[in-house]
């Protein structure tokens, strides 16, 4: 059996009617920049998530660029992030000008480590950037307490994590409305996937969403009027206007995400180290991440599963901390153990809405037959 990643052609199955006018109607009215469905998916996106504002742009890089910009990040600043995530987090923060500061992760959500975060502040930090990677949210309540210590701000990676939630003194808070801003990503593999690229900025912020608005539009808030220079950063119409119609679905999306992963954990949780969810938090599975006791078993039950036709992936097989990119900042082997530990023993197993029972337990029980398998 040949089990993919994630298959988008049976969402689109189920939606098809829906996507294909909603699609069409962009084509008759020709409102291809900015118009009507952007407008309309930037208020309905800004009420599901609980945030004052929602401004749409091309990318979740983008969204995390002129996030990052648009909170006053700038030249000679530090910014605390995570080095196990993808390059889009810290290149966004170089590309402002400020400087990367890798914290180490923790061994249960593979989240940044609040602890080594406050290890790492210095007179020049502004800022902490958590991803809530895989779609299980970072440990917001410690993060703001630090920010709120240090006279920092937070910004929200959640990419892979649009609808994970997160229980903040009592009260269930979507990821993306408990920092200064969020950075959403609609890359078509994503919890919320377009026809392309898009992503989303969304904040509370009445000046982020201000100087975001202009900044994603040349810096322009009126026609050939500039307050500053900025980006051709818009989302299409046509994006807008599929996004609009899974937006409908998302919830019960995620809800079929968590179903997939709660059939995994029941097959797999005596063999491998299956995704914890925090107490406080609700899991979005935009990936399902497994661990290994060691690199050799993990390696091998890759092996095994590509032998058999089953797509899985390393999200990610090498720290960002200790890449070629960021050879400058001078980080080496042994610095950041924990991360250097985990990327050697994580694996990702098929992960979407309509993954089937039967798949699943196909998939369990090539990871066991390989893990038997002792030498
Ligand atoms: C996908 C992703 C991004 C970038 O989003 P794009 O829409 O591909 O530009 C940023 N951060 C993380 C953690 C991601 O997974």
Redesign the pocket.
Known sequence: MKVPLADLTREYKELKSEIDSSISKVIERCDFILGEDVHKFEEEFAKFNGTKYAIAVA????A?RIGIMASGIKQGDEVITTPF??I??SETISQSGAKIVFADINENDYNIDPKDIEKRITKNTKAILP?H?YGHPARMKEIMDIAKRHNLIVIE?C??AFTAKYNMESQWKFVGSMGKCG?F???PA?NLGAYG???MITTNDDNVAKLANTLRNHGSSERYLYEREGFNSRLDTIQAAVLRVKLRNIVRFTEMRNKAASKYNELLKDVVKTPSTGENCYHSFNYYTIRFESKEIRDRVQKHLNENGIANQIYYPVSLHLQQAYKHLGYKKGDLPVVEKIQDEVLSLPMFPQLRDDEIEYVSEKVKEAIKVRC
């Open positions: 990318s979740g890089t983008d995390l995530t993808f889009a987090t991803v990677l990676d990419a892979q950075a990503s609609f890359f994503k690229d898009g992503g």
